[in-house]
């Protein structure tokens, strides 16, 4: 697992794991604000210049506990729209 959205990391690290499936966390859980569908697909795009995309799992930095349940899943159904529009699957 790489926490990615409070701090973005130089994604070419991402080539380093050629044989693993990633977890990217493409959503800060340290702040309020939500992240656009384009700004996380923005973020997975990005990665999928460097991993395949079968080896990469989309997710937040780390837990969801200390948000409210309303803000963490506007956060999770944009992560999951995100996903989809970049060609992922998982829940609708």
């Given at each position: 697992s790489i926490e990615d959205a409070h701090r973005p990391n130089d994604l070419s690290l991402l080539e380093r794991f050629a044989r693993t499936?990633?977890?990217l966390g493409?959503?800060?859980?340290?702040?309020s604000r939500v992240e656009t569908t384009d700004e996380i697909a923005g973020r997975l795009g990005d990665a999928l210049g460097h991993i395949d995309a079968h080896r990469l799992i989309a997710a937040p930095d780390c837990g969801l506990a200390l948000l409210g349940r309303d803000l963490a899943w506007r956060k999770l159904?944009?992560?999951?729209?995100?996903?989809?529009?970049?060609?992922?699957?998982?829940?609708?």
């Amino acid at each position: 697992s790489i926490e990615d959205a409070h701090r973005p990391n130089d994604l070419s690290l991402l080539e380093r794991f050629a044989r693993t499936t990633l977890i990217l966390g493409t959503v800060a859980i340290a702040n309020s604000r939500v992240e656009t569908t384009d700004e996380i697909a923005g973020r997975l795009g990005d990665a999928l210049g460097h991993i395949d995309a079968h080896r990469l799992i989309a997710a937040p930095d780390c837990g969801l506990a200390l948000l409210g349940r309303d803000l963490a899943w506007r956060k999770l159904a944009n992560l999951c729209r995100a996903a989809r529009a970049v060609g992922g699957s998982g829940p609708a």
